[in-house]
């Protein structure tokens, strides 16, 4: 239970906040918090979903925290008010650059809930039609397309690291299409 | 590539720098970065992992971020300068109170790098052998044992939703056991 909370930084992607904190067994202590709107992500097919080995639209971006590049399937953070699938929507037009004519929910997962309460929601995406690109000026990506066979061995291998993709591949091999 | 770095928070679990950053086309721009020293999580197996349907120690554990409990497997911080499978014996005798007669490596995974430079090293374990627990004070934990049909379903379901803890049942039973 959270009994006071100091904003120690208000940025431009997370706020953090040092809170000062009543835990179950009723003593207290003080935690860091890094706050996030959310986020939405999409795994999208560019054939058939349930054909054989279908092709999943990855990209490759920068990322500075790695310090190179990853693999991974379009996401961005939830405008303040935002329904998560018309988040995922348009993060796979700005990304992309496709429209998704079917978006299914996967499922919504803590990314690290030890520091933040980030929370992304996971869906897949598929009969794309082509739309018009709009990335925002800091993002570098480069679309990438995959069999599923073959994202499944770069998750496998250590290829796919990235938390939200390397899930969201099994999640759709183990359950959605039953592979 | 990191032009210049201004610690914002010096923390007990992560630190806040903001960055400046010159990006791959040439630009710059400032990036909100929290380093964290990485971790380790460790999927235990309380029964021959190759048999029918084994059987896996989770812990549910209250979560400020989540304001609620989650079913997590045991994890934690590396200690500097401490080799990550040693994490996760660690973890594992001070969480559930077991040490492993055997653990292996699964994969490595970015948690959410677009705001931080966190990864997690994701093992399994077995031949497992009663220990000593050794909780930290602020951890509220209870260890829950699920066949792994059963965990698939909690992930399939969102009952399981920690990004480490949902892609570490899923990446055994797609390629470990190959289920």
Not at 121 to 134: C, E, P, V
Not at 137 to 151: H, N, T, W, Y
């Amino acid at each position: 239970m959270q009994l006071a909370s100091k904003r120690i930084h208000k940025g431009r992607v997370i706020d953090l906040d040092v809170d000062t904190v009543r835990f179950p067994d009723g003593s207290t202590g003080q935690l860091e918090m890094i706050r996030h709107p959310g986020a939405a992500a999409v795994l999208p097919f560019a054939s058939d979903p349930h054909g054989a080995d279908p092709t999943i639209l990855f990209i490759k971006q920068y990322r500075y925290a790695v310090n190179g590049p990853l693999i991974e399937i379009p996401a961005g953070r939830l405008n303040p008010g935002e329904d998560p699938k018309d988040c995922a929507r348009r993060e796979l037009l700005e990304e992309v650059g496709v429209k998704a004519g079917r978006i299914e929910r996967l499922t919504t997962i803590w990314t690290t809930p030890g520091f933040t309460d980030e929370k992304i929601h996971l869906f897949w995406a598929s009969d794309l039609t082509t739309g018009k690109h709009a990335r925002e000026p800091d993002e570098f990506i480069e679309v990438m397309p995959k069999p599923l066979s073959e994202a499944l061995t770069l998750v496998r291998d250590g290829g796919i690291s990235d938390a939200k993709t390397a899930l969201s591949i099994l999640f759709v091999a183990g359950f959605t299409l039953g592979h």
